[in-house]
């Protein structure tokens, strides 16, 4: 079972490194960043499966280098504070974190919570790549709709008919059939675009020729 990989984001080298190397001895793969550009970099480089940083960094906040992190990278975050103050824990939620520690950290104290924050995150990693996957079924299930129209109207036959085409074609082509149908619903659009715009110069040279006459 592969390591999971967390950024540690901290400019206090002493907690930085005593917290990298404990998390090291519990089996993570940790990556180390004393500020927020840094953290940013090693974030897009390496899309480690959590980030874990300090709140207030030398040069951007926590807030910031976590909206960076999750746009650039897909990289979830919890954050790090010297202080539990209520202010602290609803910016930490409105930056949209999985969790935050409060230092002195002690390591097997906040395990836990690291482990949920993973888990967490492979679950909305997890629900994005489906979102995903069923909005391309979706988008290729509507191509095969429109290429069998197109044939139904063409030939004037069933669906069946068309659909048992399109099939024919990818099997004898050995591609997949939503291949075949975009493949088919783009070359008719593009006819259609080509006899439209013949349409227009045609239009215009007429009435060009109406207007020379006498």
């Known amino acids: 079972m592969s390591k999971s990989q967390i950024l540690l984001a901290d400019d206090d080298r002493v907690i930085r490194v005593t917290f990298a190397n404990s998390l090291r001895a519990r089996n993570f793969d940790v990556i180390e960043a004393e500020n927020g550009e840094k953290a940013i970099q090693l974030g897009c480089d390496h899309h480690p499966d959590l980030a874990i940083m300090d709140f207030r960094l030398p040069d951007f906040t926590g807030a910031e280098v976590a909206a960076q992190l999750r746009e650039q990278a897909d990289v979830p975050c919890i954050f790090l504070s010297a202080y539990a103050e209520k202010e602290f824990v609803e910016k930490a ?70 659909f048992d085409m399109i099939r024919g074609q990818a099997r004898s082509q050995r591609r997949k059939l939503a291949s075949v149908a975009t493949e088919l619903v783009q070359a008719v659009n593009n006819l259609n675009g080509f006899t439209t715009e013949m349409r227009k110069r045609n239009e215009e040279f007429l009435k060009q020729g109406k207007a020379s006459k006498p």
């Open 93 to 162: 939620t409105q930056a949209g974190a999985l969790g935050y520690l409060v230092k002195p950290i002690d390591v097997d104290h906040v395990l836990p919570t690291i482990n949920s924050a993973l888990k967490r995150a492979n679950e909305i990693k997890h629900l994005r790549d489906t979102e995903m996957q069923l909005h391309t079924a979706l988008e290729q299930g509507r191509e095969t709709s429109v290429a069998i129209g197109i044939l139904m109207q063409e030939y004037h036959i069933t669906s069946d008919q068309a």
